[in-house]
């Protein structure tokens, strides 16, 4: 009864176009209608980083508990397209919960430890590895078969990451480039949603990924959706 094993194939799909351009003095744009770079937007789609994962359940008094939950992610996602990370990734959380009549109310932190570090820069003095999650939210027992949920997922990346400019000299004069910095990156984002019961024990999930930070490559909102069997 209090031990949980599963397992999560994630279907992820990408879509990204760039358009690079020189700004002078003022931020203006010098390359009116003559950019360096336009890519029209393209997608790849597939399966992602798969995760196994166990939670087993420390504490309970009540309705309220504690429980420890320990998930390694394989790197089975593309990198070039976008899908993963290239890298394994073990992470080990606390997790606590409570139920009310309606509300139920949760929350959980961790610590993500990356098998090798990412490279983030052109030059590639720059890499990232291991990263802290954290996360809390609400679910409203709206109806006997779903719920409501609000939701704030958040993840800092250690080593480095935060897009900053560095000057790099160019013949006689100097450009400034945006690039990965040595310092960390937070990325929170806020997730409402639903899930619904439609039968036995199978569960449909749908939420919307929206930023509260303006810090890396990041979608306006993502849309996630998703199927879950207890068996």
């Known amino acids: 009864d209090d031990l949980d094993v599963s397992v999560s194939v994630p279907w992820v799909r990408v879509s990204m176009g760039a358009d690079i351009a020189l700004f002078g003095q003022g931020r203006t744009d010098i390359t009116p209608g003559g950019h360096l770079l336009t890519l029209r937007s393209s997608s790849a789609a597939g399966v992602g980083d798969?995760?196994?994962?166990?939670?087993?359940?420390?504490?309970?008094?009540?309705?309220?508990?504690?429980a420890v939950e320990v998930?390694?992610?394989?790197?089975?996602?593309d990198v070039n397209a976008?899908?993963?990370?290239g890298v394994n990734r073990t992470s080990v959380s606390g997790v606590w919960s409570t139920e009310g009549p309606r509300?139920?109310?949760?929350?959980?932190?961790?610590?993500?430890?990356?098998?090798?570090n990412v490279v983030v820069d052109e030059i590639g003095d720059i890499a990232v590895q291991h990263q802290l999650n954290y996360g809390f939210g609400i679910e409203n027992k709206a109806h006997r078969r779903g719920t409501l949920n609000l939701e704030i997922i958040?993840?800092?990346?250690?080593?480095?990451?935060?897009?900053?400019?560095?000057?790099?000299?160019?013949?006689?004069?100097?450009?400034?480039?945006l690039t990965a910095s040595a310092e960390?990156?937070?990325v929170v984002s806020f997730a409402p949603g639903a899930k619904w019961n439609i039968a036995g024990t199978v569960l449909v999930s749908a939420n919307l990924l929206a930023p509260l930070t303006n810090r890396g490559l990041r979608a306006?909102?993502?849309?996630v959706i998703g199927f879950e069997w207890g068996f």
């Not at 798969?50 to 504690?66: E, F, M, V």
């Not at 976008?82 to 990370?85: D, I, Q």
């Open 50 to 66: 798969i995760a196994l994962s166990a939670k087993y359940r420390a504490w309970r008094q009540g309705r309220q508990g504690i």
């Open 71 to 77: 998930r390694n992610r394989m790197p089975t996602g």
């Open 82 to 85: 976008l899908r993963g990370t």
């Open 103 to 116: 509300l139920a109310p949760h929350a959980q932190v961790g610590y993500e430890f990356w098998s090798r």
């Open 154 to 177: 958040g993840r800092r990346l250690l080593g480095g990451g935060r897009p900053a400019y560095r000057t790099v000299s160019v013949g006689g004069g100097t450009v400034e480039l």
């Open 184 to 186: 960390g990156i937070d």
């Open 220 to 223: 306006s909102v993502t849309p």
